[in-house]
C-alpha cells in the first residue's frame, strides 16, 4: 500500500528503478491496483526498470478506502 500511496498523484508512466518498489510494483500488479510493464524475474535484479503505466479503478478505489478508514471516518 506504500507505493499505491507515494504513486497516487504521479504522472504515468512512471519509471520505477529501485529493487524494492519493483517488488511492491509487482504485489500491486498482481493485485489488479495497478497496470505495470515489470522486468523477469532473474537472479540479477541490477539495473532493473518497472513502468507503471497507471492505477487501475480497482486502485483508486482501494486508496480511497484506506484513506477513509485512517482518518477514522464511517
Known sequence: MDL???IEEASFPLALHAEHDIHRAAVLAAAQLIEAT???ATG???GQVAIVL???PLGR???MRFKRDSS???
Do not use: D, H, M
Request: hydrophobic share 40%.
Open 44 to 46: 540479477n535484479p541490477g
Open 61 to 63: 478505489a482501494e486508496l
Open 72 to 74: 477514522g471516518s464511517v
Open 54 to 56: 497507471r492505477i487501475t
Open 38 to 40: 515489470l522486468p523477469p
Open 4 to 6: 499505491l500511496l507515494r
